[in-house]
């Protein structure tokens, strides 16, 4: 199993960002993903859920109304879509494979929001 992420960077409060996660190793298309996050000298919150084709999603209540998650199982691949980015969403972004818990997540992205 390999679970790549990619766009992160830094960015201005307000901005946005798109992060994507390329997947490998399993059948994409049979399992739900998340995106994880951890802030520093914090613990990992769960940000975003899809289930397995994309029928269903689920955000936390931090970022409801701001992120969107969503999936290509042709591209066997994950995204997420970040507007109106705050401080405190500053933290390493990782995707990850579910099986009600997570099972396998990747080495992350950072996400750094500042002025």
């Known amino acids: 199993v390999q679970l790549v992420e990619s766009g992160g960077g830094m960015v201005q409060p307000g901005g946005s960002l798109r992060l994507s996660c390329a997947a490998s190793?399993?059948?994409?298309?049979?399992?739900?993903m998340s995106w994880v996050r951890q802030a520093p000298g914090k613990g990992p919150e769960w940000v975003s859920g899809?289930?397995?084709?994309?029928?269903?999603?689920a955000n936390a209540d931090s970022v409801k109304g701001r992120f969107t998650i969503s999936r290509d199982n042709a591209k066997n691949t994950l995204y997420l879509q970040m507007n109106s980015l705050k401080p405190e969403d500053t933290a390493l972004y990782y995707c990850?494979?579910?099986?009600?818990?997570?099972?396998?997540w990747g080495q992350g992205t950072q996400v750094t929001v500042s002025s």
């Open positions: 899809i289930n397995s084709d994309g029928g269903s999603t």
């Open positions: 190793g399993f059948t994409f298309s049979s399992y739900d």
């Open positions: 990850a494979r579910m099986e009600g818990l997570i099972v396998d």
